[in-house]
């Protein structure tokens, strides 16, 4: 479709007809969430955003003229570098944030060039509204079949999920696309926003056969900072749980290789435990906080496990759970890998 002199697309679309999708948003917009694949060649940066809006604010004209160097400059720069070495048949996707100045300014400077690049109709916002509306079809469907890893913290699921996609299984791996281990000291560094978690989820289905079974393990409906999102959270209570038990010991050894980080940080992890005097007591912090002041680790970790999380825990089938009960044990005497790769190995192949 052409419009105003410029060719534009609206989705849904073959991506495959493109030579690439070029996000011309600003570098703070483009973090917060982007189309999958997309380059990131911002024609005003985020200053240069801000400066413009708050100039169209009161006077329109000026805006659009100090718009316009910036984006002719930018433009410029990229040419130079970024795109000097795209031939006369590359055709791009353009797109900015409702398909408007940014995203058709750059389009007719490259089209004048010669090349066939093309417009988002409506730009990410579009996009983010196909996205919300695909995942919701996409986990609607009836023979989709979500298998469940449950168990105490520190049990393995994680490295079994790991070893279950290694074996051939189709996984979704929430944790992993949230950047977080989904407890209280599970922060492992920073999180997508939550538009950035829900595309992941999305192109990771996206890659899935929704009528083979897929495995993920059992998570509340928040991820650290991010929701599981509620197309999905309604589907999971239908998924056959499988539930992973490993003793206290073998939990407390695989902990504290997995948590090496807080060692190095005791005062960090100390200030994070505050946030528990509230349901533990502060007698049972503060017996927490002299055993990370003494480097008694292993008794920590131990503690922790027994006096917190195993109290948290809600079996899935008993109230206050989602999830259905278990209908297999997967017993693990450790977390090496020749375990996990023979239990998942033993799943995987039970699976139709």
């Known amino acids: 479709m052409i419009k105003d002199g410029i060719e534009t697309v609206t989705l849904p679309l073959d991506f495959s007809d493109f030579s690439e999708i070029i996000d011309v948003r600003s570098p703070g917009e483009f973090e917060e969430d982007h189309l999958p694949g997309a380059l990131n060649l911002p024609v005003l940066s985020d200053p240069e955003r801000i400066e413009v809006g708050t100039l169209y604010t009161s006077d329109q004209f000026q805006a659009r003229r100090l718009g316009a160097a910036y984006i002719s400059h930018n433009v410029a720069t990229y040419l130079d570098h970024q795109l000097a070495d795209r031939d006369r048949s590359w055709a791009p996707l353009i797109y900015c944030w409702r398909g408007g100045m940014r995203s058709r300014s750059m389009a007719v400077i490259l089209r004048s060039i010669g090349w066939r690049a093309r417009v988002l109709e409506g730009g990410y916002k579009a996009w983010r509204n196909f996205l919300r509306a695909d995942l919701a079809r996409l986990l609607s469907t009836p023979k989709l079949h979500f298998h469940v890893l449950g168990g ?17 299984a189709q996984v979704l791996d929430l944790e992993g696309l949230a950047n977080h281990r989904g407890s209280l000291l599970g922060v492992v560094g920073e999180q997508p926003s939550q538009k950035r978690f829900e595309s992941g989820i999305y192109q990771a289905l996206q890659a899935c056969d929704l009528s083979k079974p897929i495995f993920l393990e059992a998570e509340s409906n928040r991820i650290g900072t991010v929701h599981i999102p509620s197309a999905l959270w309604q589907r999971l209570p239908e998924g056959r749980v499988h539930e992973v038990t490993m003793p206290l010991e073998a939990r407390a050894a ?32 503060e017996a927490w906080q002299e055993q990370i002041q003494q480097g008694d680790w292993p008794g920590f970790v131990r503690s922790i496990l027994l006096d917190h999380y195993d109290l948290a825990y809600r079996r899935p089938g008993e109230e206050g759970s989602v999830y259905q009960p278990p209908s297999n044990l997967i017993p693990l005497p450790d977390a090496l890998p020749n375990t996990l790769r023979d239990a998942a190995t033993r799943l995987f192949s039970t699976m139709d």
């Open 152 to 168: 105490l913290t520190g049990s393995g699921k994680t490295r079994l999920l790991h070893a279950l996609q290694q074996a051939g």
């Open 254 to 285: 695989y902990l504290l290789e997995d948590y090496q980080h807080f060692p190095l940080a005791p005062d960090h992890l100390t200030n994070l435990l505050n946030v528990l005097r509230r349901i533990r007591g502060n007698e049972q912090v």
